[in-house]
Nanobody, 119 residues
Framework: VQLQASGGGVVQAGGSLRLSCAASTGIASINVMAWYRQAPGQQRELVARIGSSRSTMYADSVRGRFRISKDPVKNTMNLQMNLLKPEDTGVYYC??????????????WGQGTQVTVSS
């Protein structure tokens, strides 16, 4: 099982980006999916999370600007990021708690995608 993140890039402050995360095949179910980010010299932090019932939570710093969504049929997740600020800069990682077709369950991480917001 693999998670593939994409959609990062360079954008000016006030702009928008859309991140995507796709899970590979061999999956029975995905419970919680989330986006984390890590800025240079800082710890990885939770940005947004979406549960199996599509309940969502956001970090205070992004609430009202970011929107997390998922497609349980396609096993994909998106993060729409609007009104981006320089402090949103970092490497964004997708994360999911997955039950595989063989019945194993574990926490999986994508490879990370760089988001750079210039002032």
């Amino acid at each position: 099982v693999q998670l593939q993140a994409s959609g990062g890039g360079v954008v000016q402050a006030g702009g928008s980006l859309r991140l995507s995360c796709a899970a590979s095949t061999g999956i029975a179910s995905i419970n919680v999916m989330a986006w984390y980010r890590q800025a240079p010299g800082q710890q990885r932090e939770l940005v947004a999370r979406i549960g199996s019932s599509r309940s969502t939570m956001y970090a205070d710093s992004v609430r009202g600007r970011f929107r997390i969504s998922k497609d349980p049929v396609k096993n994909t997740m998106n993060l729409q990021m609007n009104l981006l600020k320089p402090e949103d800069t970092g490497v964004y990682y997708c994360n999911a708690y997955i039950v595989t077709a063989s019945g194993q369950s574990a926490d999986y991480w994508g490879q990370g995608t760089q988001v750079t917001v210039s002032s």
